[in-house]
């Protein structure tokens, strides 16, 4: 029998315990006054009624969760329209057939009572039998919210998780001894300790959906002091959407507690000019560059063409967008932004509407060595894309760049600065919008900071610090995408989008951190700036101005065009001699 049918067959006896209960009671329980026929014909229109009011009443189906009060609310009209109706039978006809008036007054309470007692010991049976197993993990969810109390009830019935929640902390202090789903609220952040105790706790999964690096980094002390795992969720859209399972749950990452910061993609503004279109990314195998054609690709462009000039990092980007990684697609061209011609060519056939040029050379001390390769890829690089772009009539360019190029004084900022005002003097010549965005460090991009501190732990290290003041802005490489996907909606040409970083990270604390994160003994060295390298960067230079009139965390700010004719005069910072950079010597 279904569960919907055996619901019914008990709602039914909990009529019949009702009005024989109901009538026993009138009688003081001298059974051998009861008349039983009449009674029959009672429980039967009872019984009757409530399935057909119940099933109008859509209390049978699978619209309520068994045992909530939704699905007792909705039962108790559906009980007491049918007593009501019964009870009017009774009323008219009752004393010709000698069933006492009372007795529906009576059954109604019996009866509700008798099935809303029955759905709540199925709801306990049903959790008690998917409640994980003896042995699972103790943990505390730090966050009662919407996220937590779904933590909660996922964790309560997924055996297979092996996690009993055992507790939640919140620091609202009204939440204070509530309860979800039987799990009490048992105190703010600052009882963490008390409450490991008391529990016997070993991980702490924080439930927040909007939380920020500050706060993880808050909440990971605690946790550490109070000796917790910390983890943390998948992102709050794949999990409302189901795509993600409580088994994704993984341990904080330096990457969270130093860049996170959640940020609210307005998703028409984006579309707008992305979808239908065709697009194209240079340097589609990097770091920013990939992860802007996954952002990308989900705006559902005409074609999304991904440009680089190596083909290793094309075919990751390919993998990861598609799932293979054949390199046998119009998908991928493989071509140098330093070649003018073939880019030209590459245009000319494939005729993009929207352009991300992500392409660049970026490691400031290496460019320090090296500046004529930062000057071909960076500046000529940049100037042969965007007059491809001008000869295709592109409709929207977006240059990425970096903090480095305000107030520059590294090869990297200066080529980079240079790049920003050709994109500037590019939106003079064109209808389009052509414009920069400008940040400051992705954390996790290959050969950057983080990935460097982690191999030099796996190796016995020591880190290499290179001054113990240095700050630098650091966002994920995910968040830093979607704010340039969106800087390219509201940018005005020739400007520069300066993207809000939050506060500078102390490079040492990274240190620190990563050091403890891997629960080794670690030295640090410190060696000393960089030529070229600054204390602290800033995003916004001396001569410019940053408004932000659109988006609460991008500010927009003028450049000063640069015609390539006058490019001659830009490349002091390129030759050896007057430069600011040294000369290639032998490896030290
Ligand atoms: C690798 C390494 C780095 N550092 C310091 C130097 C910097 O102050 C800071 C960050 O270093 P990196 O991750 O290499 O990033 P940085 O030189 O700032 O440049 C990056 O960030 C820029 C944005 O500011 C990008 O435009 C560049 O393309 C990118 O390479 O950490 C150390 O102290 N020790 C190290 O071993």
Redesign the pocket.
Known sequence: MGRIAVRHVLDSVAWAIGIFGAVAFRYDFQLDQIHVDPLVAVWLLAALLQAVIGRLGHAYGTRHRIGTLAEVNSIFWVTLTTGLVVGAVVVLVGQSVMVPRSSILIAFPIAFVIMGGVRYLDRRFTELATRPPEGSARVLVYGAGYLGSTLVRRMLTDPSANLMPVGLIDDAPERRNTWVDGVRVLGTGADLEAVTRRTGATELVVAIARADAILLRQISDGARLAGLNVKVLPPLEEILSGKSRLRDLRDVSIEDLVGRRPIDTQFELVAGYVEGKRVLVTGAGGSIGSELCRQLFQFSPAELIMLDHDETGLQATQISLTGQGLLDGDDVVLASIRDAATIREVFEQRRPEVVFHAAAL???PVLERYPEEAWQTNVVGTLNVLEAALAVDVGVFVTIS???AANPISV?GMSKRAAERLTAWAALQSEGRYLSVRF??VLGSRG??VP??ASLIDSGGP????HAE?T?YFMTIPESCQLVIQAGAIGNPGEVLILDMGEPVR?LDIANRMIEMSGRDIAIVFTGLRHG?KVH?ELVGSDEVGRRPVHPLISHACVDPLDPGDLELERTWCRPTGSTSRPPTSAR
């Open positions: 970026k490691h400031l970096t903090d480095k990297l400051g460090n950057s900071l460097t501190f880190l290499t610090v290179t240095a630098r490079i390298e960067e």
